[in-house]
């Protein structure tokens, strides 16, 4: 599910806005990340299910949260290599 999440997040950002993928990204301040992001995870994977719904149909119910932590994980190295 995490290699599989990965996967999905270098197809997902090449599509994704600005705003998109500053949701992704960690906040500055880690309590604020710690509270956020488990926040719009269901709305992420919600939006990465409906652009790649053969991709993520098995990951839906099971092996989610592994499933986003690869692919949270995959956009923020794509990030820092390349985005800024």
């Given at each position: 599910a995490y290699n599989n999440g990965k996967l999905i997040a270098r197809k997902w950002i090449k599509n994704a806005s600005y705003r998109e993928i500053?949701?992704?990204?960690?906040?500055?301040?880690?309590?604020?990340?710690?509270?956020?992001f488990p926040?719009?995870?269901?709305?992420?994977?919600?939006?990465?299910?409906?652009?790649?719904?053969?991709?993520?149909?098995?990951?839906?119910?099971?092996?989610?949260?592994?499933f986003m932590r690869g692919w949270?994980?995959?956009?923020i190295l794509i990030w820092k290599n390349y985005g800024n």
């Open positions: 500053k949701d992704v990204l960690p906040r500055s301040e880690k309590y604020h990340d710690t509270n956020y926040l719009i995870k269901n709305n992420l994977f919600i939006s990465i299910e409906k652009s790649f719904p053969n991709e993520t149909k098995r990951f839906k119910w099971f092996n989610n949260a592994d949270r994980d995959e956009v």
